[in-house]
């Protein structure tokens, strides 16, 4: 039986690695505090429960749905004009299963076998698998913490600029939860226009910004609707991971070149999402809030910890995440990662899983209690002495 190289050469996602693992000692009656995967611990909106629940009674709910309702469509454009003060068209929206799918599909619309593709490291690791499975090139420009995890314009060669297609760029970001401001979209605009490259942003943490202004979208930077399309999720701003909710928005051109492959390949999401994300973006918007004071209590309380405990981290600034450095020597990543959590029963995620550049760090998903992340500290502070 033959097997693609593509497939044979594809690593297991270290989140599965560890969940097995997790499964086992659970099964062993062993405590594990799982700051790994970033899904969220807290319940969606009521009105969105009722919604979904009152659509899972109704039997013509259970049929293909092909096209993105009226409704669905209205509520992305009135609230992407009342949170970003974006218009989009019906023709500059497509809803997708969760921004991992649209990422994992996208580069099949904009590249051919052997185009090259730009994307940040440390960055999400369906940012470079997305275009390897297209038969595209990943150029990895780094993303370093003296320069705030941006992208670096300058540092990217001419001969690969004018060479590629796509350029993938992320904030607020994940693993690092760093932040762009107006003038690094405006350079990346600037950028994308001089060198003929099409800007995918992911914008599915704007809603958890700690630190300084609320979050923002690409889409409002001018010409950026002319170079790109952003992805946006319901999964961490509405408590929704399971439903698997996004949408792509923006640039028409792109928009319609995406709907146009993906009917190939795809029905629509069900009816019961489509509930939910119709009342999560036109129903009360106050879990927005209530979810970003809770992160940033349990960032401030899991750093806090740590400190007491005899490791001082940066509080990351935004996302649901926290990004430190692995706190000893003669350890790479995933060796302290797995080691950590065999003897501690903590769980996070080695930064070498997020590509080149994430060697040396470590990822925490602030997915438990403050209590329960002031025990990890408490553990992994017993663990570094």
Known sequence: MYISKKACNSEVNMLQVLERRRIELVSQGIDIINLSIGTPDLPPADHVLQAVSKASLDPQNYRYTVVDPPALTDAVQAWYKKRYDVEISGEEML???????????????????????????????????????????VFCTPLLPENGYLVDFDSIPSDIAKKARVIVVCYPSNPHGAIADRCFYERLVTFAKQYDITVIHENAYSELVFDG????????????KDVGIEFNSLSKSYNLTGLRISFAVGNKHIIETFRKMRSNIDYGLSSLDHAAAIAALSGPQNILEQNRDTYRQRRNAFCAALAKNGWTVPATPASMFTWFPVPVKNKTSEQFCMDLLEKTGVICVPGSSFGEGGEGWLRFALTQSAERLEEAAHRIGKYLK
């Open 213 to 224: 202004p609320a979050g923002g979208s690409f889409l409002a930077t001018p010409g950026a």
């Open 95 to 137: 809803s997708l299963y969760g921004t991992q799918e649209g990422f994992a599909h996208i580069f099949h619309a904009l590249c051919e076998p052997g185009d090259i593709v730009i994307a940040g490291t440390p960055g999400y690791p369906v940012f470079f698998y997305g275009p390897h499975f297209a038969g595209a090139e």
